[in-house]
Protein backbone atom coordinates (compact mmCIF):
# COMPACT_ATOMS: atom_id res chain seq x y z
CA UNK A 1 0.00 0.00 0.00
CA UNK A 2 1.54 2.84 -0.66
CA UNK A 3 1.70 6.33 1.53
CA UNK A 4 -1.05 8.08 -0.25
CA UNK A 5 -4.31 9.16 1.33
CA UNK A 6 -7.50 10.65 0.41
CA UNK A 7 -7.21 14.53 1.29
CA UNK A 8 -10.49 16.38 1.48
CA UNK A 9 -13.43 15.76 -0.70
CA UNK A 10 -12.85 14.52 -3.88
CA UNK A 11 -13.93 17.02 -6.33
CA UNK A 12 -16.30 16.55 -9.52
CA UNK A 13 -16.03 18.02 -13.03
CA UNK A 14 -18.36 20.36 -11.94
CA UNK A 15 -16.16 21.79 -9.07
CA UNK A 16 -12.94 21.64 -11.02
CA UNK A 17 -14.51 23.81 -13.42
CA UNK A 18 -15.50 26.40 -10.87
CA UNK A 19 -13.73 29.97 -11.24
CA UNK A 20 -12.82 28.99 -6.93
CA UNK A 21 -11.13 26.23 -7.77
CA UNK A 22 -9.26 27.20 -10.84
CA UNK A 23 -7.79 30.31 -8.34
CA UNK A 24 -6.85 27.30 -5.72
CA UNK A 25 -4.86 25.44 -8.72
CA UNK A 26 -3.15 28.85 -9.26
CA UNK A 27 -2.36 29.57 -5.74
CA UNK A 28 1.52 29.12 -5.44
CA UNK A 29 2.58 26.97 -2.17
CA UNK A 30 0.48 24.10 -0.29
CA UNK A 31 -2.54 25.22 -1.28
CA UNK A 32 -1.78 25.13 -4.87
CA UNK A 33 -0.36 22.05 -4.45
CA UNK A 34 -3.09 20.32 -2.83
CA UNK A 35 -5.78 21.47 -5.28
CA UNK A 36 -4.09 20.06 -7.87
CA UNK A 37 -3.42 16.99 -5.97
CA UNK A 38 -7.48 16.75 -5.52
CA UNK A 39 -8.31 17.91 -9.16
CA UNK A 40 -5.52 14.41 -9.78
CA UNK A 41 -7.79 12.52 -7.52
CA UNK A 42 -11.36 13.99 -9.26
CA UNK A 43 -10.48 13.31 -12.95
CA UNK A 44 -7.88 10.61 -12.38
CA UNK A 45 -9.85 8.01 -13.65
CA UNK A 46 -11.94 9.88 -16.63
CA UNK A 47 -8.74 10.52 -18.42
CA UNK A 48 -7.50 7.17 -17.52
CA UNK A 49 -10.00 5.90 -19.29
CA UNK A 50 -9.87 8.05 -22.04
CA UNK A 51 -6.11 7.25 -22.30
CA UNK A 52 -6.40 3.83 -21.90
CA UNK A 53 -9.35 3.18 -24.28
CA UNK A 54 -6.49 4.46 -27.35
CA UNK A 55 -3.56 2.97 -25.64
CA UNK A 56 -2.69 -0.68 -25.25
CA UNK A 57 -0.61 -1.07 -22.62
CA UNK A 58 -1.38 0.06 -18.75
CA UNK A 59 2.64 1.01 -18.87
CA UNK A 60 1.98 3.42 -21.65
CA UNK A 61 -1.31 4.64 -20.26
CA UNK A 62 0.12 6.18 -16.88
CA UNK A 63 3.03 7.31 -18.49
CA UNK A 64 0.66 9.58 -20.78
CA UNK A 65 -1.39 10.31 -18.11
CA UNK A 66 1.41 11.73 -16.06
CA UNK A 67 3.09 13.92 -18.76
CA UNK A 68 -0.20 15.00 -19.20
CA UNK A 69 -1.20 16.37 -15.74
CA UNK A 70 2.90 17.58 -16.06
CA UNK A 71 1.55 19.65 -19.05
CA UNK A 72 -1.14 20.99 -17.03
CA UNK A 73 0.48 22.12 -14.30
CA UNK A 74 3.14 23.76 -16.67
CA UNK A 75 0.56 25.49 -18.88
CA UNK A 76 -1.81 26.50 -16.25
CA UNK A 77 -0.65 29.59 -15.51
CA UNK A 78 -1.10 30.69 -18.75
CA UNK A 79 -4.48 28.98 -18.66
CA UNK A 80 -7.14 31.79 -20.17
CA UNK A 81 -10.57 30.03 -18.96
CA UNK A 82 -12.06 30.60 -22.30
CA UNK A 83 -12.68 26.79 -21.95
CA UNK A 84 -13.15 24.53 -19.21
CA UNK A 85 -10.16 23.20 -17.38
CA UNK A 86 -11.44 19.64 -18.25
CA UNK A 87 -11.64 20.40 -21.79
CA UNK A 88 -8.68 21.67 -21.91
CA UNK A 89 -7.00 18.67 -20.29
CA UNK A 90 -9.02 16.62 -23.05
CA UNK A 91 -7.39 18.66 -25.78
CA UNK A 92 -4.18 18.28 -23.89
CA UNK A 93 -4.67 14.66 -23.42
CA UNK A 94 -6.03 14.17 -27.16
CA UNK A 95 -2.91 15.60 -28.77
CA UNK A 96 -0.26 13.43 -26.01
CA UNK A 97 -2.41 9.97 -27.43
CA UNK A 98 -1.45 11.22 -30.85
CA UNK A 99 1.62 11.98 -30.30
CA UNK A 100 1.99 8.31 -29.02
CA UNK A 101 0.21 6.64 -31.51
CA UNK A 102 2.04 8.79 -34.15
CA UNK A 103 5.40 7.57 -32.57
CA UNK A 104 4.57 3.76 -32.71
CA UNK A 105 3.25 4.02 -36.12
CA UNK A 106 6.55 5.24 -37.17
CA UNK A 107 8.50 2.47 -35.19
CA UNK A 108 6.01 -0.24 -37.25
CA UNK A 109 7.02 0.96 -40.55
CA UNK A 110 10.56 0.27 -39.32
CA UNK A 111 9.47 -3.65 -38.31
CA UNK A 112 8.24 -5.64 -41.62
CA UNK A 113 6.74 -8.15 -39.20
CA UNK A 114 4.08 -5.64 -37.53
CA UNK A 115 1.30 -6.98 -39.51
CA UNK A 116 1.76 -10.55 -38.10
CA UNK A 117 0.87 -9.25 -34.54
CA UNK A 118 -1.77 -7.14 -35.39
CA UNK A 119 -4.04 -9.58 -37.51
CA UNK A 120 -3.31 -12.12 -34.23
CA UNK A 121 -5.56 -9.16 -32.59
CA UNK A 122 -7.71 -9.13 -35.38
CA UNK A 123 -8.55 -12.92 -34.58
CA UNK A 124 -8.36 -12.38 -31.18
CA UNK A 125 -11.83 -10.04 -31.31
CA UNK A 126 -13.75 -13.16 -32.72
CA UNK A 127 -14.43 -14.37 -29.34
CA UNK A 128 -17.27 -11.96 -28.99
CA UNK A 129 -15.80 -10.20 -26.26
CA UNK A 130 -16.11 -12.50 -23.66
CA UNK A 131 -14.10 -12.22 -20.74
CA UNK A 132 -13.01 -8.96 -20.49
CA UNK A 133 -12.94 -8.02 -17.19
CA UNK A 134 -9.00 -6.91 -16.85
CA UNK A 135 -7.87 -3.44 -16.58
CA UNK A 136 -6.03 -3.64 -19.19
CA UNK A 137 -7.70 -4.89 -21.76
CA UNK A 138 -7.68 -3.87 -25.25
CA UNK A 139 -8.70 -0.40 -25.72
CA UNK A 140 -12.21 -0.13 -27.02
CA UNK A 141 -13.14 -3.50 -25.88
CA UNK A 142 -13.45 -1.97 -22.66
CA UNK A 143 -17.15 -0.93 -23.64
CA UNK A 144 -18.55 -4.57 -24.36
CA UNK A 145 -21.29 -5.88 -21.98
CA UNK A 146 -23.17 -7.78 -24.64
CA UNK A 147 -23.42 -9.17 -27.79
CA UNK A 148 -24.39 -5.85 -30.25
CA UNK A 149 -22.59 -3.55 -27.38
CA UNK A 150 -19.50 -5.69 -28.03
CA UNK A 151 -19.63 -5.23 -32.08
CA UNK A 152 -20.55 -1.31 -31.18
CA UNK A 153 -16.78 -1.76 -29.35
CA UNK A 154 -15.20 -3.36 -32.41
CA UNK A 155 -16.94 -1.53 -34.79
CA UNK A 156 -15.43 1.88 -33.48
CA UNK A 157 -11.87 0.59 -33.85
CA UNK A 158 -13.15 0.20 -37.43
CA UNK A 159 -13.71 3.78 -38.03
CA UNK A 160 -11.59 5.62 -40.13
CA UNK A 161 -9.71 8.32 -38.25
CA UNK A 162 -11.11 11.83 -37.92
CA UNK A 163 -14.76 9.68 -37.07
CA UNK A 164 -13.46 7.78 -34.39
CA UNK A 165 -12.00 10.58 -32.44
CA UNK A 166 -15.39 12.65 -32.85
CA UNK A 167 -17.16 9.52 -31.51
CA UNK A 168 -14.87 8.96 -29.07
CA UNK A 169 -14.99 12.55 -27.71
CA UNK A 170 -18.61 13.04 -28.16
CA UNK A 171 -20.61 9.41 -27.90
CA UNK A 172 -18.15 7.80 -25.32
CA UNK A 173 -16.59 10.12 -23.12
CA UNK A 174 -19.91 12.16 -23.55
CA UNK A 175 -18.40 15.94 -24.27
CA UNK A 176 -20.59 18.50 -25.94
CA UNK A 177 -20.26 19.61 -29.63
CA UNK A 178 -18.37 22.56 -28.74
CA UNK A 179 -15.85 20.99 -26.74
CA UNK A 180 -15.03 18.13 -29.05
CA UNK A 181 -14.74 21.31 -31.74
CA UNK A 182 -12.40 22.92 -29.80
CA UNK A 183 -10.47 19.80 -28.64
CA UNK A 184 -10.23 18.98 -32.52
CA UNK A 185 -9.48 21.79 -33.63
CA UNK A 186 -12.49 21.43 -35.89
CA UNK A 187 -16.13 23.53 -36.26
CA UNK A 188 -19.09 22.42 -34.15
CA UNK A 189 -20.99 21.60 -37.65
CA UNK A 190 -18.25 19.75 -38.73
CA UNK A 191 -18.41 17.32 -35.27
CA UNK A 192 -21.54 17.03 -35.80
CA UNK A 193 -20.98 15.55 -39.88
CA UNK A 194 -18.25 13.47 -38.72
CA UNK A 195 -20.37 12.29 -35.43
CA UNK A 196 -23.59 11.07 -37.54
CA UNK A 197 -21.33 9.60 -40.33
CA UNK A 198 -19.54 7.38 -37.66
CA UNK A 199 -22.56 6.51 -36.01
CA UNK A 200 -23.77 5.11 -39.78
CA UNK A 201 -20.51 3.52 -40.09
CA UNK A 202 -20.75 1.61 -36.66
CA UNK A 203 -24.58 0.74 -37.72
CA UNK A 204 -23.40 -0.52 -40.97
CA UNK A 205 -20.47 -2.62 -39.71
CA UNK A 206 -22.83 -3.96 -36.94
CA UNK A 207 -25.61 -4.80 -39.36
CA UNK A 208 -23.00 -6.65 -41.53
CA UNK A 209 -21.51 -8.64 -38.81
CA UNK A 210 -25.18 -9.76 -37.56
CA UNK A 211 -26.10 -10.62 -41.24
CA UNK A 212 -22.94 -12.90 -41.20
CA UNK A 213 -23.69 -14.48 -38.52
CA UNK A 214 -27.86 -15.13 -39.47
CA UNK A 215 -26.75 -16.23 -42.14
CA UNK A 216 -24.48 -18.57 -40.63
CA UNK A 217 -27.18 -19.93 -38.35
CA UNK A 218 -29.62 -20.47 -40.96
CA UNK A 219 -28.07 -21.73 -43.83
CA UNK A 220 -29.73 -23.25 -47.03
CA UNK A 221 -33.03 -21.99 -45.61
CA UNK A 222 -33.50 -20.60 -49.37
CA UNK A 223 -31.48 -23.92 -51.01
CA UNK A 224 -28.47 -21.60 -51.87
CA UNK A 225 -26.45 -23.38 -49.97
CA UNK A 226 -23.48 -25.04 -52.01
CA UNK A 227 -22.59 -27.54 -49.22
CA UNK A 228 -22.85 -31.79 -49.27
CA UNK B 1 -45.75 -2.13 -49.06
CA UNK B 2 -47.74 0.39 -51.18
CA UNK B 3 -45.89 2.63 -53.11
CA UNK B 4 -48.47 5.63 -51.26
CA UNK B 5 -46.19 4.53 -48.38
CA UNK B 6 -43.27 5.88 -49.66
CA UNK B 7 -44.84 9.19 -51.26
CA UNK B 8 -46.38 10.41 -48.01
CA UNK B 9 -43.32 9.06 -45.98
CA UNK B 10 -39.44 9.21 -47.05
CA UNK B 11 -37.06 6.58 -48.18
CA UNK B 12 -35.01 4.72 -45.86
CA UNK B 13 -31.76 6.52 -46.62
CA UNK B 14 -33.10 9.53 -45.77
CA UNK B 15 -34.98 8.58 -42.53
CA UNK B 16 -31.46 7.56 -41.79
CA UNK B 17 -29.77 10.55 -42.12
CA UNK B 18 -32.55 12.09 -39.79
CA UNK B 19 -31.67 9.79 -36.77
CA UNK B 20 -28.88 12.29 -35.54
CA UNK B 21 -31.49 15.25 -35.26
CA UNK B 22 -34.33 13.13 -34.11
CA UNK B 23 -31.97 11.76 -31.12
CA UNK B 24 -31.36 15.21 -30.39
CA UNK B 25 -34.94 16.47 -30.87
CA UNK B 26 -34.62 18.72 -33.67
CA UNK B 27 -36.82 17.55 -36.41
CA UNK B 28 -39.50 20.01 -37.24
CA UNK B 29 -43.31 18.64 -36.53
CA UNK B 30 -43.68 17.37 -40.08
CA UNK B 31 -40.51 15.65 -40.94
CA UNK B 32 -40.96 13.55 -36.95
CA UNK B 33 -44.28 12.58 -38.58
CA UNK B 34 -43.00 11.62 -42.02
CA UNK B 35 -40.32 10.20 -39.92
CA UNK B 36 -42.32 8.15 -37.90
CA UNK B 37 -44.92 7.06 -40.52
CA UNK B 38 -41.88 5.13 -42.02
CA UNK B 39 -40.76 4.00 -38.92
CA UNK B 40 -44.46 2.27 -38.63
CA UNK B 41 -44.03 0.46 -41.91
CA UNK B 42 -40.34 -0.09 -41.66
CA UNK B 43 -38.90 -3.01 -39.82
CA UNK B 44 -35.48 -2.74 -40.96
CA UNK B 45 -35.36 0.92 -40.03
CA UNK B 46 -36.53 0.50 -36.53
CA UNK B 47 -33.92 -2.21 -36.24
CA UNK B 48 -31.33 0.71 -37.56
CA UNK B 49 -32.95 2.85 -35.35
CA UNK B 50 -32.15 1.11 -31.90
CA UNK B 51 -28.82 -0.10 -33.23
CA UNK B 52 -28.00 4.04 -34.05
CA UNK B 53 -29.49 4.64 -30.14
CA UNK B 54 -26.91 2.07 -29.26
CA UNK B 55 -24.66 3.61 -30.73
CA UNK B 56 -25.13 7.10 -29.85
CA UNK B 57 -25.70 5.80 -25.87
CA UNK B 58 -22.24 4.26 -25.50
CA UNK B 59 -20.71 5.98 -23.40
CA UNK B 60 -24.14 4.19 -21.33
CA UNK B 61 -22.70 0.62 -21.61
CA UNK B 62 -19.26 1.34 -22.16
CA UNK B 63 -16.93 -0.98 -19.29
CA UNK B 64 -15.38 1.09 -16.94
CA UNK B 65 -12.89 -0.39 -14.32
CA UNK B 66 -11.74 2.09 -11.68
CA UNK B 67 -7.78 2.02 -12.03
CA UNK B 68 -6.44 0.11 -9.07
CA UNK B 69 -5.53 2.86 -6.47
CA UNK B 70 -1.97 1.85 -6.92
CA UNK B 71 -2.35 4.02 -10.01
CA UNK B 72 -2.90 6.82 -8.36
CA UNK B 73 -0.46 6.66 -5.58
CA UNK B 74 1.67 5.94 -8.59
CA UNK B 75 0.20 9.67 -10.43
CA UNK B 76 0.55 11.75 -7.56
CA UNK B 77 3.93 10.11 -6.05
CA UNK B 78 5.23 11.07 -9.40
CA UNK B 79 3.93 14.78 -9.34
CA UNK B 80 4.95 15.15 -6.48
CA UNK B 81 8.65 14.05 -7.57
CA UNK B 82 7.95 16.96 -10.08
CA UNK B 83 7.71 19.30 -7.65
CA UNK B 84 3.56 19.42 -8.62
CA UNK B 85 1.88 18.35 -5.68
CA UNK B 86 2.79 18.51 -1.57
CA UNK B 87 3.58 15.45 0.52
CA UNK B 88 0.04 15.27 1.46
CA UNK B 89 0.74 13.75 5.11
CA UNK B 90 -0.38 16.12 7.73
CA UNK B 91 -1.71 18.97 5.59
CA UNK B 92 -4.04 20.90 7.67
CA UNK B 93 -7.91 20.71 6.46
CA UNK B 94 -8.64 23.44 4.67
CA UNK B 95 -12.08 24.56 3.85
CA UNK B 96 -12.41 25.35 0.47
CA UNK B 97 -13.99 28.29 -0.96
CA UNK B 98 -17.53 28.05 -2.30
CA UNK B 99 -20.50 30.01 -3.12
CA UNK B 100 -20.28 33.51 -2.11
CA UNK B 101 -17.22 35.06 -1.44
Redesign the interface.
Known sequence: ?????P???IPDFEEINSP?FL??LLAKG??G??A??RM??GT??RF??FIRRQLPS?EEC?EV??EV??AV?KGLPGFAGKSKLTTWIYSLAHHKICDRIADRDRGHKELTESREGSRSTENAGTDRWSG????DAPPDR????NA??GL??K??EALPGPAREV?RLR????LSGEEAAEILGITPENV?VQ??R???Q??DW??EKMAGVRNAKEPQAGGRGSET | MSGLFYKVTYPCDKV??F??DYLDGNLPTVTAIRFHLHLNGCAQCR??LF??K??????E???????????????????EK?G???P??D?P??P???GNP
Do not use: C
Not at chain 1, 1 to 5: A, E
Not at chain 1, 132 to 135: D, F
Not at chain 1, 142 to 145: P, S
Open positions: MSGMKSQSEEMPTQRFAVQHDLGQLLQYLHITSWLMARVEIGAVYDLEGRLHARRIVVQ | RDMYEYLYKAANAKFRKEHPAPDALLASTLGFLEVTGEDAEEFPK
